[in-house]
């Protein structure tokens, strides 16, 4: 065979494997194709961890379904449009901007933390986050570009009900990330503070993490899961530092973790926390042997007394 071929198969069985090696790990990290976008929100529930609570959660899931609710939508920078639910309880009233997690739902991950705030007098904004649900695209981008859609919701209602609306972030996971790191932005004086529950400290070491979990090596294996990102979804999980964002933040925040959370350790709330600033307004409560973003079924009760006592301390609500 003459050399020039040799050299030729040589760089195209290169390129091959740089593609698979790259692709392969975009594919399984940040994207979510049309037909995978929908999660019902009862599944996971017979996990181990979550067995315990599947009949009080799906009560708590109908009880979501059967309020009344306005399909709302933004559009983006970047061109997707987002959908969100909007529920009314009361002219007037606070609003809570919700973030559910990653390739979850937010029927399922705010189906106790929605009616808790509607208790509470909020209207609530359930927002699908971009490549979920009924929202546009097909990367996730682990509150690296979320965190800009965030503002978009925070926008909208302030246009809508006036700039005098009292808004509060309160994100799950994925979700929790997004509201920290939109902590760190330019907000306006409306946005009064955020829940964040069970946040990881970064998408750095959320995918380095779960890779561990897998039994691979995660320091060859980041990287080209992080050039994956780049290379076909336009995003770098670099940007999505939520320990770095918690430094700066603009508003104060209540951390929430289960310490028995296998997916998102409890020490990166902890690690969180430890950037934040000592203002007397920002906490971090753990809930003993809670899994992932289910602090709220654990301890109901301490739950609600918790974001209770945050936002009327923060003037969202009276006491």
Known sequence: MHPVFIVLISLAALLLLFFAAT????????????????????????????RQFSEISMKLIEDIRSREFESVYVRTQDGLTLHARYYHVEDGRPVAIQCHGYKSTPMRDFSGGAVMTMDMGFNVLLIEQRAHEESDGSTICFGEKERYDLLLWIDYITKR????????????????????????LELPANVLGAVADCP????????????????????????????????????????????????????????????????????????????????????????????HGISYLHDTERYIALVREFVTRLGAIEK
């Open 200 to 291: 990881y400290s970064s998408a750095r070491e959320i995918i380095k993490n779960t890779i561990r979990g897998m039994k691979l090596p995660s320091g060859p294996l980041y990287p080209l899961v992080r050039l994956g990102g780049i290379l076909y979804g336009k995003t770098d999980p670099e940007r999505a530092d939520v320990v770095k964002a918690a430094r700066e933040h603009k508003i104060p925040i209540l951390l929430i973790h289960g310490e028995g959370d296998t997916f998102v350790p409890c020490d990166m709330s902890r690690k969180i926390y430890e950037g934040l600033k000592d203002d007397g307004l920002c906490s971090l409560n753990t809930f003993p042997n809670a899994e």
């Open 23 to 50: 692709y392969i790990p975009y594919l399984m990290t940040f994207h979510r194709p049309r037909g995978r976008k929908y999660t019902r929100p009862e599944d996971g529930l017979e996990k181990e961890g979550y």
């Open 161 to 184: 009900f006036g700039g005098d609306t009292k808004i509060m972030l309160y994100g799950i996971s994925m979700g929790a990330a997004t509201v920290i790191l939109a902590s760190a």
